[in-house]
């Protein structure tokens, strides 16, 4: 099954509105990534973060990697109809020797205007 | 410009027969992947490739092959062993610590 669990599965948000989605693994990550799939189209990274408790932000958005390294968060402030998309987290365990990733079944966000 | 290219865009399949998916980078990436995609499922893991003639199975490799004889192409064939083969198909490219690069993907339907 899904190692790396996401929540929530949908998202619906009024235009202007923030929100946040929310990534959980089991065992430890030695990293984690976002993607971004828009309808119809194919995942595009977004970032990566590596270190416990590291924080980065692409304009409206903030990606935070936990102090445990099990978790992780995307917050979109003020949306727009271009953040419409599903975001994939995906991470690599710590454990696995070589590193592929396994990705989280993803946040389906759609936007209201 | 570098990137992944997937062929075909869509492709139809009959019950019974093998169909061969194709994927080419022009990175310079030493490994390459195949994901599945089913609603609601996320990306599942098919095989991928570290190198040159390696690859290893991924969480679902039952009903499908690959072959890595180049750098640059990592084919994907869905054989007739594969009960469900219906999905979106991605291949991707890059290491595990930088971010991957997606193709465009290949629709396989059962006709």
């Known amino acids: 099954g899904q190692q790396v669990m996401q929540i929530p599965q949908y998202q619906h948000v009024q235009e202007g509105e923030d929100f946040t989605t929310y990534c959980n693994s089991s065992?430890?990550?030695?990293?984690i990534q976002w993607y971004k799939q828009r309808p119809g189209g194919h995942p595009v990274f977004l970032i990566q973060?590596?270190?416990?408790?590291e924080v980065k932000k692409q304009k409206r958005l903030t990606f935070q990697f936990g102090e445990a390294k099990k978790n992780s968060s995307l917050h979109i402030t003020a949306t727009q109809t271009t953040d419409v998309g599903t975001y994939f987290c995906?991470?690599?365990?710590?454990?696995?020797?070589?590193?592929?990733?396994?990705f989280g079944a993803g946040t389906q966000v759609v936007v209201t205007p | 410009d570098g990137g992944i290219t997937q062929s075909p865009k869509y492709l139809f399949r009959k019950e019974g027969q093998n169909v061969t998916l194709s994927c080419e980078q022009n990175l310079n990436h030493d490994a390459m992947y195949w994901y599945r995609q089913d609603p609601g499922q996320g990306l599942r893991l098919i095989y991928y490739s570290q190198i040159v003639n390696d690859f290893q199975k991924g969480d679902i490799a039952e009903g499908y092959s690959v072959s890595r004889e180049k750098k640059e192409s990592f084919p994907l064939t869905v054989t007739s062993a594969q009960k469900n083969p219906t999905a979106f198909y991605l291949c991707a490219s890059g290491p595990h610590y930088a971010g991957y690069t997606f193709g465009s993907g290949t629709r396989l339907t059962v006709v």
């Open positions: 995906a991470g690599t365990k710590t454990t696995d020797s070589w590193g592929k990733l396994q």
């Open positions: 065992t430890t990550l030695s990293n």
């Open positions: 973060l590596v270190k416990s408790g």
